[in-house]
């Protein structure tokens, strides 16, 4: 069992940076590959990016490859997600959530186990 808390969400203006922590708890956490997903009103949970238990293998979807980046420390039970570039279409609540399985279907919201509670990303213009 993990438990997930993210932080660090805030207005930001577009062009600037932020960055995401997820703190989990438990002593498994180095099992389980984790997700970024987030979600804009009126709009579905979308995956933005993922990364293997050990974060030697990262995979991102294509609307933030190349401005987003996820890494962890394992031994701080943590995961980041460093946002560059940001654009007001990047406004959303952003989760993360964790996984036993890395591989197809890393995108897919379904095959995630535990998820945070959510924190509010807000890009103005």
Known sequence: QVQLV???????????????????????????????????????????????WSGDNTYYADSVKGRFTISRDNAKNTVLLQMNSLKPEDTAVYYCAASLHWGPGVSDSVGYDHWGQGTQVTVSS
């Open 6 to 52: 993210e932080s660090g969400g805030r207005l930001v203006q577009a062009g600037g940076s932020l960055r995401l922590s997820c703190a989990a708890s438990g002593r498994t956490f180095s099992r389980y590959a984790m997700g970024w997903f987030r979600q804009a009103p009126g709009n579905e949970r979308e995956f933005v990016g993922g990364i293997n």
